[in-house]
């Protein structure tokens, strides 16, 4: 972040909330990024196992803008929406039976996924086992970018591709929210990385620990990268069959971006290969990793834009430009 954004972010107008209640980003239909508004609204409280988080860092996922104007998994006919999954802040309150945290505990996570968590507000609640202490030596900024992208490369590349060390893993679209931390697991991980970029974004790649960066517009990736053992495929369409030509015999594609075809599947079971489709799930245990690889120094996200919470609309629109390198977060001010 440079001084400027971060004199803007300080200085960015806002109206303190009444007891009880909260600023909010709400919509009452599906669309564009200008059906996000900022409301006041009522301010939730923790049920048995939850706590209420006072947020100060909300991180954009390209899930949010899929939700925004789709409805999502939640179909096309539930507005009101609240949008938000990745948060980092304070625990105001806890509610029956949580063991874990107390009362201003510095917390980061992803509450409640596929199911919108509202996060994009001055406060959210949240099983409390969805969470995890937020690393020391990262602010809530960091933080808040770190839950969903960071989990999803987590449990595709540890959980079921098992990367090991002096294994090759190439990762797609390695500049991105999810892509530019899966480079960091792998590399920490103790593999050879390979990711796919534009030329302009190819410093940025290797600044993570990539050994190699193929730009996807000038050369073929099927064609340049041989012998991989684990394929992070977070684009879909035809990126799921020709990275299976890049594949040595045992080695296995991971896709984010859609629901494997069964012919892709049944192909790389004739090919003595693996194709599946992942998606991210709340985890405790996984959060903790992230956190620790974190406080190591292993983990580090890369702020594109921080904005105020009221600009929600502008930071979609940034998100689906597909020009940003990272991660984009709102603040709260609080």
């Not at 059906?35 to 006072?54: F, I, K, Q, Y």
């Amino acid at each position: 972040m440079t001084t400027t954004q971060a004199a803007q972010t300080a200085q960015a107008p806002r109206q303190t909330s009444a007891p009880h209640s909260m600023r909010a980003i709400t919509q009452t239909a599906f669309g564009g990024p200008e059906v996000l508004r900022l409301a006041e609204t009522d301010r939730p409280e923790p049920g048995p196992a939850e706590v209420l988080v006072r947020i100060h860092a909300a991180a954009v996922n390209p899930t949010d803008v899929w939700h925004r104007a789709t409805g999502g998994l939640a179909g096309t006919d539930l507005p009101p929406v609240r949008l938000g999954w990745d948060l980092s802040g304070t625990v105001e309150a806890v509610g029956i039976g949580v063991t874990l945290f107390r009362p201003g505990d510095e917390v980061f996570g992803m509450p409640r996924h596929p199911v919108p968590a509202g996060t994009y507000a001055e406060y959210a609640t949240s099983p409390a086992r969805h969470l995890a202490h937020k690393p020391a030596g990262l602010d809530h900024v960091q933080a808040a970018a770190l839950p969903l992208a960071g989990l999803t490369a987590w449990q595709a590349l540890v959980d079921t591709a098992d990367v090991q060390p002096g294994q090759r893993v190439l990762v797609h679209a390695a500049a991105g929210g999810v892509g530019h931390l899966a480079v960091q697991i792998a590399k920490a991980r103790g593999a050879y990385v390979i990711g796919t970029a534009s030329a302009a974004k190819h410093g940025f790649v290797r600044s993570l620990g990539a050994d190699e960066v193929v730009d996807y517009r000038t050369a073929d990736f099927a064609e340049t990268v041989t012998d991989a053992d684990v394929v992070l495929d977070t684009i879909g369409g035809a990126y799921g069959p020709r990275s299976l030509r890049t594949l040595r015999p045992g080695g296995i594609v991971v896709s984010l971006a859609s629901p494997a075809e069964a012919a892709l599947a049944e192909e790389a079971e004739r090919l003595g290969l693996r194709a599946v489709f992942m998606a991210v799930e709340a985890d405790h245990a996984g959060m903790r990793e992230i956190a620790a690889f974190a406080a190591r120094g292993e983990l580090r996200p890369h702020i594109a834009e921080i904005l105020p919470l009221a600009k929600a609309g502008a930071a979609h629109e940034l998100s689906q430009s597909g020009r940003t390198s990272g991660k984009i977060v709102l603040t709260t001010g609080l």
